[in-house]
C-alpha cells in the first residue's frame, strides 16, 4: 500500500512493502527527485538494508557453529510492514522477526522506520529515522544502511546514453580527499586497497566511467553530508548522516541515470573475512531488552 507524506512544497510517497520511499516531489515545479525504478538498470529506489548491508563471503554466514544463506542486503526490503502512525508531517512503519525470517536470521526483532518532513528556506528535508529492538534475551549482531537513488541527469532523460551524467558533480563537505575502498565487481566483497579520490574544493566532476570501476566505499568519518550537483555547481540534494561508513553507486558500465548515496551502519565482509557473524567489521551489537537508533536526512533543493 501507498502512504504519502504532503505539504505545501513537496510530497512524498511511501510503499508499506519494505517502508521504501518511491517518489519525491517538488510541487512548485512537478520535477521528481528520487529514481523510478527501472529494472533495466534498477528496479528500487530506496531500499532500507537489513539486518546485512552489502554481501556475505560464499553468500553465508556463520552462527554458534550453524551456517546459514543470505542474500545480499538481507530481507527487509522484500517485505511487507506495518503502518504504525501517521501525522501530517511524518509516519511509522515496523516490521517484526516471525518464523520465516528467524529459519534464516536467528534473532528476534523489531525494525522500526520513520518519516518526518521539514522545510527550512532553502531546502526540502525528508528525515529518515530507524530503530531496532532487541526483544530477546540474548546479544543480537546486525547491520542497516540506506540505499536511496536521485536521478542524475535531474531531468532523468539520457538514460543509457553514453556520458549522460558527464559533467554533473559529487560534493562531499569539509575536505579535499576521499579515501575508499573499492569491490570485487564479481562478488561483491569490500577491497583492502586504499584509493585516493582527489576534489576540487570538495568536488568531484563524474565522467562516463566514473562508476564502472566499483562502488565506493567510504570509511573512517571523513565527511558528514555528500551531495549531488549540476554542471554548474547548483546542489540538488544532499544527504547528510553520521554513520561510521557511506557508499557512492551507480550500476557498472550502465551509464544509469541515477546516483546513489548511501549512509551505512555496516557492510558487505571483506575478501579476506574469514569468522562468524559477531566478528563481522561494522557489525552493530544490541544487547538484549535495548534499542539502537539510526538514520540520516536527505535535503532537497529548489531546482528548475
Keep these: 500500500m501507498r502512504y504519502f507524506l504532503e505539504n505545501n512544497r513537496i510530497k512524498v510517497e511511501i510503499d508499506s512493502h519494505g517502508a521504501e520511499i518511491k517518489s519525491v516531489l517538488n510541487k512548485n515545479n512537478m520535477r521528481e527527485y528520487m529514481w523510478y525504478g527501472n529494472p533495466k538498470f534498477w528496479g528500487r529506489t530506496s531500499p532500507v538494508l537489513f539486518p546485512f548491508v552489502g554481501s556475505l563471503k560464499d553468500k553465508k554466514y556463520t552462527w554458534k557453529g550453524q551456517e ?67 526483544p530477546a534475551d540474548e546479544t543480537m549482531y546486525f547491520s542497516i544502511g540506506a540505499h536511496p537513488a536521485f536521478l542524475c541527469p535531474f531531468h532523468g532523460s539520457e538514460a543509457g546514453k553514453k556520458g549522460c551524467k558527464d559533467g554533473y558533480k559529487l560534493y562531499f563537505e569539509g575536505t579535499d580527499v576521499i579515501h575508499h575502498h573499492g569491490n570485487d565487481v564479481g562478488t561483491g566483497l569490500a577491497l583492502r586497497e586504499d584509493i585516493e579520490l582527489p576534489l576540487d574544493n570538495g568536488y568531484a566532476t563524474i565522467t562516463t566511467d ?74 552493530n551489537v544490541l544487547e538484549a531488552g535495548k534499542t539502537f537508533e539510526g538514520g540520516y536526512t536527505m535535503k532537497f533543493h529548489e531546482y528548475y
Design 68 to 134: 546459514y544463506a543470505m542474500g545480499q542486503h538481507g530481507f527487509a526490503r522484500d517485505n511487507e510492514f506495518e503502518l504504525v502512525s501517521q501525522e501530517e508531517d511524518e509516519i511509522w512503519f515496523q516490521f517484526k522477526s516471525n518464523p520465516e525470517t528467524l529459519a534464516k536470521y536467528p534473532f528476534e526483532f523489531i525494525l522500526k522506520i520513520g518519516y518526518k518532513i521539514t522545510t527550512e528556506q532553502d531546502t526540502d528535508n525528508v528525515q529518515v529515522m530507524w530503530e531496532v529492538v532487541n
Design 210 to 283: 566514473f562508476f564502472d570501476r566499483c562502488t565506493y566505499m567510504v570509511e573512517g568519518n571523513q565527511t558528514k553530508c555528500v551531495g549531488i550537483a549540476d554542471e554548474e555547481g547548483k546542489h540538488i540534494v544532499d544527504v547528510c548522516f553520521d554513520t561510521p561508513l557511506f557508499a557512492i553507486w551507480s550500476p557498472e558500465k550502465k551509464n544509469a541515470p541515477f546516483i546513489c548515496i548511501e549512509p551505512w551502519y555496516g557492510r558487505c565482509d571483506a575478501v579476506d573475512f574469514d569468522g562468524d557473524l559477531s566478528q563481522r567489521e561494522f557489525t
